[in-house]
């Protein structure tokens, strides 16, 4: 997500409607395509064991993309305030 550093400053600065919940809807993103990624690797990521129900897995990705959302928000704050900073 730091990687979005500058698209976050500059939305600050533009002051577009709706930028909170695009960042948080990158953060979103970012935690399904972590989820799919470890749940292709063998023996990684949760649930790691056999046979996982899909309840296990529907909790799995609520977990990442909620770790992502808030993490993206996050960072989106902290860009905002460096980007106020700068004027």
Known sequence: M???IPSYAS???SGG???LLW???DGLLAGLVVGIITLQIPNTGEP???GAHFTGVLIWFAVLM???A???LLIYVLASILA???H
């Open 84 to 86: 106020m900073g700068e």
């Open 17 to 19: 409607p709706g930028r």
């Open 11 to 13: 939305w600050q600065t």
């Open 66 to 68: 909620t770790l992502g």
């Open 48 to 50: 790691s064991v056999a």
């Open 23 to 25: 960042a948080m809807g």
């Open 70 to 72: 808030l993490n993206a």
């Open 2 to 4: 730091f990687l979005r």
